[in-house]
């Protein structure tokens, strides 16, 4: 089944702890993207990737890492997490860069820091 | 930075009635998406529009893309209790084919 799948689904932990956020998707998409969903803010683009090794910044990309080693992971690293990353964050991927591709979105990972 | 202003964000009506939900921006888009989401999942595209003045249709819902392409709405007719959800649009900046702009999204609630 095509999918993009996140891992965990929820987490809970501390302000400082190192933590990483998986994403890999099995359609071979060259394209692939993190949001934060926040209330009344609709979804905003942490960071994207066009292809393997080639990462940008989106909108809010401070206190974020991410990597593109290969095509099909894209795990999002937060170095040292504070309060205000305490959001819904989803994965996406499609075939080729934006325009008129429709994205596939991973079902997100609630993270709350404390 | 480009923004997408979606409106209304909550939307509360009764089955059968009709309604519509704007999107509007000062930026032109190569490209318009409209997205629905239920809770616990993630987005699913709807409709993508691309041409200025183009009107897609899905069922019930119908999409528009406006002239100059900065703006669209989305017109549900006879909604449906199946229809409740979040709906988002999303735009393509002209300039960055990477980039994708979400509006705040609209809560819409269809009861029995």
């Known amino acids: 089944e095509a999918q993009v799948t996140q891992n965990p689904r929820y987490l809970i932990t501390v302000t400082g702890k190192k933590l990483t956020v998986t994403c890999s998707q099995n359609?071979?998409?060259?394209?692939m993207s993190w949001y934060r969903q926040d209330p009344g803010l609709g979804l905003r683009q942490i960071y994207y990737?066009?292809?393997?090794?080639?990462?940008d910044k989106g909108d809010v990309p401070e206190g974020y890492k991410v990597s593109r080693k290969e095509k099909r992971n894209f795990p999002l690293i937060l170095e040292s997490p504070s309060p205000n990353q305490t959001s819904l964050y989803f994965c996406?991927?499609?075939?080729?860069?934006?325009?008129?591709?429709?994205?596939?979105f991973g079902d997100g990972t609630r993270l709350s820091i404390l | 930075t480009q923004l997408l202003e979606q409106s209304p964000q909550f939307l509360s009506i009764q089955e059968g009635e009709n309604l519509t939900v704007y999107c509007n921006s000062s930026?032109?888009?190569?490209?318009l998406q409209w997205y629905r989401q239920e809770p616990g999942e993630g987005p699913v595209l709807l409709v993508t529009?691309?041409?200025?003045?183009e009107v897609k249709k899905l069922k019930r819902l119908t999409f528009q893309f406006g002239d100059a392409r900065k703006d669209s709405s989305l017109h549900i007719t006879a909604a449906q209790p199946g229809d409740t959800g979040l709906y988002l649009c999303?735009?393509?900046?002209?300039?960055?084919?990477?980039?994708?702009?979400f509006g705040q999204g609209t809560t819409l609630q269809v009861k029995p």
């Open positions: 990737s066009m292809n393997v090794e080639v990462t």
């Open positions: 529009v691309v041409t200025g003045g």
């Open positions: 996406a991927s499609s075939l080729r860069p934006l325009g008129v591709q429709p994205q596939h």
């Open positions: 359609m071979n998409h060259e394209y």
């Open positions: 930026s032109v888009f190569s490209s």
């Open positions: 999303a735009g393509a900046p002209t300039s960055n084919t990477g980039k994708l702009i």
